[in-house]
């Protein structure tokens, strides 16, 4: 599922998509793993700011969410849209990926600082933007 | 004393077995995305190698001759060199994955990128291997690994809905959105994780290095039905862990750094660090019985003197294949190559070899000239046949649903 | 080394249940290789007696010459060429060097493994084993004695 959308961006190359629907489809896909990303790095967040984590390790989970999302949005990315119709589903799934990109920056950012507040400041943006991906996916399941 | 200590190697094999990383992520990832519904196959797995470990040991106790020392005796020398082949390249992949394991779970301790720690993970695992004598090395990581209680524990501190859980492993139907060849595919890799052929070339060579005869086939039986079981009650507890923390989420563990986070939210620090360590001696000892199985598969198909009794000089040709072998697996794992995909991939191509591994087991377990009077009862021949026949209807299945679900996409 | 000729009398063996591949153990118990092929000796009156088996092949390209096909023979030629040709204390290739031939005389036991009243170190299997060893193994600190 999302998950094997990440592993197989790194490994193999992506094919374009031929169809409206196709591209629907990645683009799902891609939202599943971002979106899982998003709620981990949301996790990790709320496990920090409790104190039940290392920071070390917190910074491991962050710099690995932010990968595994980065990973799915520039294969995405990759993709050659099919069509005008498909342009448009490409900019709204584009800022969301945008918008998890930088919220996962931070965070990382923040956690291998040890920056307790600006990391506790990514909870709320973390869980919008996962919500929003959530609607996304929802839409085009 | 030497009772309590014997179980370990049991428990060593079983954690090895289990809890090694792909058993790790496997484990999670179903839990993760189907709930419970697939617990059965940790279950038909667990009772599988449970059925075929005991045989192995028992024929190691009775003919001081390994499993895979008797491939090219009962199988004749080309298809023993087929099987070896297979047996080792998959054996290879495994330990592959295992050592950048170890080097993951030091990752998750110091923030330090696994790809710095491989290089000395491999030089350790090579270390312990070359001069930690077989029972002291069985003995650390047989109990550094029970640490993994911490999965269990984390999962009842968790208060999960036990009803839903068990609700979910009863009824292993396909969740809705799912199709049913990725159902399946994991399930095969979850069987495979459990059955993996180097757990019992491991296992009844390290009877033979442990001199077991037949004195010590109770102890045979202890460690198979405490031993395996129990990594089997702990892989559940991680599938249950992720199912409760995971699933409701949508989150998809696919890296050993997500996997441990439920163990945080339930138990904190300390659950954390235990959970760490956990992993460290699950990838640990698993590195260790691949790399020395990667050593006993070719020795005993050539009949080169083997294992760690000895001191290394008179078993030459077996420590350089262990050596050359983690020395190649570390340069693969430079490569950055992917570790999660490379045991997902050892995995299922285990599962699609396991016929190769216990048919002979089940050959020479019946075979009077080596057993006596302990060749196998109506029981185990009845469940060796039954999986046999399972066995080979999933090595049948296995590249072909690897195919169709563009390997569990 | 001559075989007793075509005396019907003696045990008969099944070749492929009881010798080949099978675990050859040498006269101290060590490990020594596997019997990769069967040297026969057919009586000279072709009409009576039957072959008899005068000598086990192991090592030195046997198993790749029985095994066959084109791998096989690549393997076997190859091994020939790279495995240490056996000197003697002047450097010059050494006739009385283990070939791969064990006499079946020197064959004291027949069960699951086969027993022979040798020792390893004198067979050609051992070769591969004694290279190594020098080669590789004693130099890394430790090899001596078995692990702590």
């Known amino acids: 599922m999302a998950v094997s959308v990440a592993l197989a961006g790194c490994v193999q190359p992506v094919g374009p998509a031929r169809t409206a629907d196709d591209y629907e489809r990645k683009a799902k896909d891609t939202a599943e793993t971002v979106l899982s990303s998003v709620r981990t790095a949301e996790l990790a967040v709320d496990v920090a700011g409790r104190d039940r984590a290392f920071p070390p390790y917190v910074s491991v989970v962050l710099s690995d969410a932010e990968d595994e999302a980065g990973a799915a949005a520039s294969t995405f990315a990759s993709v050659q849209p099919p069509g005008e119709s498909s342009d448009r589903l490409r900019d709204e799934l584009g800022d969301l990926l945008d918008a998890a990109d930088d919220a996962l920056s931070a965070a990382r950012i923040a956690a291998r600082r040890d920056d307790g507040d600006a990391l506790a400041a990514q909870a709320g943006p973390l869980n919008r933007i996962g919500d929003q991906l959530d609607t996304f996916v929802a839409a085009h399941e | ?409 | 080394m001559t075989d007793p000729g075509g005396a019907p009398a003696g045990r008969r063996l099944l070749l492929g249940r009881q010798l080949l591949d099978h675990q050859i153990v040498d006269q101290d118990g060590r490990l020594a290789g596997k019997v990769d092929d069967v040297e026969l000796t057919l009586p000279e009156d072709r009409d009576h007696g039957r072959p008899v088996v005068t000598a086990l092949l192991s090592g030195r390209g046997a198993l790749a010459s029985r095994l066959g096909g084109p791998l096989g023979r690549l393997a076997s030629v190859l091994s020939r060429r790279i495995l240490p040709d056996p000197c003697d204390a002047d450097g010059d290739a050494d006739p009385d060097a283990p070939d791969g031939r064990i006499w079946f005389g020197d064959v004291t036991d027949l069960g699951n493994h086969v027993t022979v009243a040798v020792d390893a170190a004198d067979l050609a299997t051992d070769a591969v084993e004694q290279a190594v060893r020098r080669t590789f193994v004693d130099r890394i600190p430790g090899a001596k004695e078995p692990g702590a």
């Open chain 2, 1 to 409: 004393m030497k009772r309590f200590l014997g179980i370990t190697l049991g428990v060593l094999t079983a954690m090895g077995g289990f809890v090694d990383i792909g058993d790790i992520v496997a484990n999670a990832q179903t839990g993760a995305r189907f709930r419970m519904a697939l617990a059965w196959a940790v279950v038909l797995g667990v009772v599988g190698i449970c059925v075929f470990a005991e045989m192995a040991g028992r024929v190691a106790a009775v003919s001081q001759r390994p499993v895979f020392d008797l491939v090219r005796e009962r199988l004749g020398a080309g298809v023993g060199l087929a099987n070896l082949l297979a047996s080792f390249f998959i054996t290879f992949l495994t330990l592959t994955a295992e050592i950048a394991g170890v080097a993951l779970a030091l990752q998750l301790a110091t923030d330090v990128h696994y790809l710095l720690w491989l290089p000395l993970c491999g030089l350790l695992v090579w270390l312990v291997i070359w001069r930690v004598r077989f029972e002291s090395m069985e003995r650390i990581f047989g109990l550094l690994g029970l640490v993994l209680i911490v999965l269990a524990v984390a999962l009842w501190r968790l208060e999960p809905d036990w009803g839903g859980l068990v609700d979910s492993a009863r009824h292993p139907a396909v969740p809705l959105g799912e199709g049913r060849p990725t159902y399946f595919y994991y399930a095969i890799a979850l069987f495979g994780a459990a059955m993996t052929p180097y757990e019992v070339f491991f296992f009844s060579s390290g009877a033979v290095e442990e001199r077991w005869s037949r004195r010590d086939l109770i102890l045979n039986k202890a460690n198979v039905f405490i031993g395996f079981p129990l990594g089997g009650m702990l892989s559940l507890a991680l599938m249950g862990l992720t199912a409760t923390v995971f699933a409701p989420v949508g989150i998809g563990p696919d890296h050993l750094s997500t996997v441990a986070l439920p163990v945080s939210v339930a138990l904190g620090k300390v659950g954390l660090a235990l959970v760490i360590v956990g992993f460290f001696a699950a990838t640990f000892g698993a590195a260790l019985e691949t790399g020395l199985s990667a050593g006993y598969t070719v020795s005993q198909y050539f009949g080169w003197p083997w294992g760690k009794r000895f001191a290394p000089r008179e078993a030459s040709r077996f420590h350089v294949v262990v050596l050359v072998s983690i020395l190649v697996a570390v340069l693969f794992g430079l490569t950055a190559v992917d570790p999660i995909k490379v045991t997902e991939y050892s995995i299922v191509l285990s599962a699609a070899a396991l016929p190769l591994t216990y048919v002979p087991i089940l050959l020479v377990a019946n075979d009077p000239d080596y057993m006596g009077d302990l060749v196998n009862r109506r029981l185990s021949n009845v469940l060796g046949t039954v999986y046999l026949v399972l066995l080979v209807l999933v090595a049948l299945v296995t590249i072909p649903l690897m195919v169709v679900t563009k390997a569990g996409a």
